[in-house]
């Protein structure tokens, strides 16, 4: 099955810095790659996703890379605000046939000091 | 628009009591439904899902089971609760696509 590694697990960043947290994965069939946004006690929320088929996407200041040779994905978070501070969780997996099994990392706690 | 519903938000059960937490998804048909598991600062496990009524596939072999008696309701439930339950339940789903969207949590205490 598919494993997915996430690093760092924790990144403190000062406000207006740059985040990178980064992903590796094992299964070459993983075509869709998500990215999550926990606060405390809260859901997990969708923040951007990257398909196989593309190398890059941004949305406003986050973005995501995909490299399908090595493996690895990363989430990029520019101009950090407080409220950027969260949990972040990538997750990995291949998806047909309607059906879509992810795996996930371990998360990463970002916390952006003002 | 879609919406995910997850009860009770809250939980305090005793050892060896039974459980039953319950999700509905309105504003769609056919999704494909998950239980996931978060214990206290760490990841989330995948538990069941389910991609039709009637339709279960278990990922951890535990005390806990799921069933899917509607289209857009998933249960899942316990006869006897273990100290190690503990933690928050997530319910999720998607499209038969990728997009996965979370409930609001059960978070599950037992005593």
């Known amino acids: 099955g598919e494993n997915v590694e996430q690093h760092p697990s924790t990144l403190s960043v000062q406000e207006g810095d740059s985040a990178v947290i980064k992903c590796t994965y094992s299964?070459?069939?993983?075509?869709?790659f998500p990215w999550y946004k926990q606060e405390l006690g809260k859901r997990p929320q969708l923040i951007i996703d990257?398909?196989?088929?593309?190398g890059e996407k941004k949305d406003q200041r986050i973005a995501v890379t995909l490299n399908k040779t090595a493996k690895h994905f990363s989430l990029h978070i520019t101009e950090t605000q407080p409220e950027d501070s969260a949990v972040y969780f990538c997750?990995?997996?291949?998806?047909?046939?309607?059906?879509?099994?992810?795996?996930f990392g371990r998360g990463t706690s970002l916390i952006v000091h003002p | 628009s879609q919406t995910i519903h997850q009860w009770p938000a809250t939980l305090v059960q005793p050892v060896g009591s039974p459980l039953s937490l319950e999700c509905t998804v309105e504003?769609?048909?056919?999704?494909?439904l998950y239980w996931y598991r978060q214990a206290a600062g760490r990841g989330l496990q995948l538990l069941f899902y389910?991609?039709?009524?009637?339709?279960i596939s278990s990922e951890v072999p535990q005390n806990l089971s799921a069933s899917r008696p509607q289209d857009r309701q998933f249960i899942l439930s316990s006869k006897k609760l273990l100290l190690s339950d503990s933690g928050f339940y997530l319910c999720?789903?998607?499209?038969?696509?990728?997009?996965?969207?979370f409930g609001p949590g059960t978070r599950l205490t037992v005593t």
């Open positions: 999720a789903w998607t499209r038969k696509g990728t997009e996965q969207y």
């Open positions: 299964d070459s069939a993983s075509n869709y």
């Open positions: 990257i398909r196989s088929n593309v």
């Open positions: 997750a990995a997996g291949p998806s047909s046939g309607g059906s879509y099994i992810p795996t």
């Open positions: 504003g769609t048909s056919n999704p494909n």
């Open positions: 389910s991609v039709g009524i009637g339709q």
